[in-house]
């Protein structure tokens, strides 16, 4: 995210309206792939209730 969009509360409220949207479908689980190596995304996500999983991503990139 651009720094001059940052803190004003724009991530946290679109997460929110995930989570209500979600709940209101029956869902009971959400889940976000993040970068290992962002740290400051990883403390928003963290701030805001996520919690860090077991499971692994995996990847193939396939020629052209």
């Known amino acids: ?3 001059a969009w940052r803190g004003q509360g724009i991530g946290r409220r679109l ?3 995930l989570a209500d949207w979600a709940r209101g479908q029956g869902i009971t689980r ?3 792939l ?3 190596d962002n740290q400051p995304g990883l403390g928003f ?3 805001l ?8 991503c995996l990847r193939q990139r396939l020629a052209d």
């Open 49 to 56: 209730g996520w919690q860090g999983t077991a499971l692994v």
């Open 30 to 32: 959400l889940q976000l």
């Open 15 to 17: 997460l929110a309206a």
């Open 1 to 3: 995210m651009e720094p």
């Open 45 to 47: 996500y963290r701030r």
């Open 34 to 36: 993040a970068d290992r």
